[in-house]
């Protein structure tokens, strides 16, 4: 028998941190290699954890709703002797063919006062701000405070309740919602520090249902966006009858040729994509201020889960990709969201965001920008109306298929020409629609 260290695993490039959701076996409990034993939260995704061995979980180090860095101990387990006999065989052969790194081990330092982005971006770790305060700040914390100016001694002051006193995301943002009221106030040895009042408004009675995880993480994020981005909506109306024409014309060759689904979703992000490559200020984010021209162009959908929450997976690239090859993605990124099976990576790194509000029977919508993004499509009902069409010969009343359109944009770095400009383009590409296209 041997012990091994049981370590948070790597869930994406980009993620150094994760939130325990649940443990699915006890301490005592047997388990197997591959079998499930934990449940983890990132930015957006649930991943489920697997043991790496056959054993016995001897301990749990990371209890559930618990923050960690990725490659911390979170458990311990006492694998089998035929497992730890595989596992000295396979170490022995690393050994032989692979050079051992330098092993450092990083101190935490204590951070003084500071707004400086390289300042507080210099570590991944969490720490302490003072030997009498028992407040730890994550490397999320950090940036929201940076983004929002706020110093270590203003997060002191903010009422946390995290595991073992931590701060959390959502408590920031109430905080900041509820107007910073610990801003400016002054340290005092013997004060529990400012407290807001206690309007006793009256939220009436009723059953209470407990947010889940990632409706308090969309609530966060809602809030956020609006207190972070001015919003301004506008709106058009656009003609889709020769692409509903061609669509319902092409929806069964379409999936007898390539054995993909053909909705409107790939056909919306195809031209959607070629609106943002004409309006490249549209693909943009804020930093400070400084205006982020982003590379790439990658369309998020706005897709609802069984659950009722929100996910935005992502078409990476979308203005490189035929329809083919976006249908394909499409449908197969709406499958992993209705199973819950999306992936870190699937669901980050979208540039401009498009909400069909349409699936639901809304007319039109006003959505709510997805940061860091600043700006957002809404995509009503499709609805057949008698419409006036222009000809040569003169005036005629015709059913046609009609959308309206909205885009919510930031008005910090969008403005009414150039956010209407593209609104417009969209639907231009819409309404152009080729019915002689092939497939």
């Known amino acids: 028998m041997s012990s091994i260290e049981f370590k948070l695993p790597k869930m994406g490039e980009s993620i150094t941190e994760g939130t325990i959701i649940n443990w699915l076996v006890n301490e005592g409990d047997t388990i197997e290699k591959d079998q499930v034993i934990l449940e983890v939260a990132t930015d957006k995704v649930d991943s489920e954890v697997a043991s790496p061995v056959n054993g016995t979980l001897v301990s749990i180090e990371a209890q559930a709703d618990e923050v960690v860095q990725v490659g911390t101990v979170i ?34 330092k204590k951070k003084s006062v500071s707004t400086s982005k390289s300042a507080s971006t210099s570590t991944s770790k969490s720490y302490t701000l003072n030997k009498n305060q028992n407040t730890y700040i994550s490397p999320l914390i950090q940036n929201i405070a940076i ?5 270590y001694e203003e ?17 920031v ?18 004060a529990s520090g400012f407290q807001v009042p206690d309007l006793k408004l009256d939220k009436g009675k009723g059953e209470i249902v407990k947010m889940d995880r990632m409706r308090q993480m969309i609530a966060d994020h809602m809030v956020y966006s609006k207190h972070t981005s001015p919003h301004v909506t506008a709106y058009v109306e656009a003609d889709l009858t020769e692409m509903v024409n061609w669509r319902n014309a092409h929806k069964k060759p379409f999936q007898d040729k390539y054995g993909e689904r053909l909705t409107f979703t790939p056909l919306f992000v195809e031209a959607v ?13 804020v930093d400070g201020k400084n205006i982020i021209k982003k590379e790439n162009i990658n369309i998020g959908m ?35 969201a209705r199973n819950n099976k999306l992936k870190h990576e699937e669901t980050s790194g979208s540039t401009f965001t498009i909400s069909n ?21 809404a995509t009503g009902i499709i609805k057949k109306r008698a419409e006036v ?13 009609m959308m309206y359109l909205s885009l919510s944009f930031d008005h910090r770095v969008v403005d009414g020409f150039l956010g209407g400009s593209f609104l417009r383009r969209v639907a231009d590409y819409f309404e152009d629609f080729n019915e002689e296209r092939k497939i």
């Open 75 to 108: 458990a311990h387990i006492e694998a089998s002797d035929d497992q730890s006999v595989k596992e000295k065989n396979a170490s022995a052969e690393a050994k032989k063919t692979t050079p051992e790194p330098t092993k450092t081990s990083p101190t935490p």
């Open 147 to 151: 983004d929002y100016h706020i110093s």
């Open 155 to 171: 997060l002191a002051r903010i009422p946390a309740t995290g595991h073992d006193g931590r701060l959390r995301k959502s408590d």
């Open 173 to 190: 943002f109430k905080y900041v919602e509820e107007g910073r009221p610990a801003q400016f106030a002054q340290p005092a040895p013997e």
């Open 273 to 285: 994509a070629k609106a943002v490559k004409d309006f490249p200020m549209i693909n943009v984010s």
């Open 302 to 336: 706005a897709t609802a889960l069984p659950s009722g929450n929100l996910i935005v997976p992502v078409v990476k690239n979308a203005d490189t990709k035929d329809l083919k090859t976006i249908a394909a993605e499409v449908n197969a990124l709406a499958e992993k």
């Open 357 to 377: 509000v349409g699936t639901f029977g809304s007319l039109m919508g006003t959505p709510i920008i997805n940061q860091p993004e600043v700006a957002i499509l």
């Open 389 to 401: 069409i222009e000809y040569e010969a003169g005036d005629k009343i015709e059913i046609r298929s």
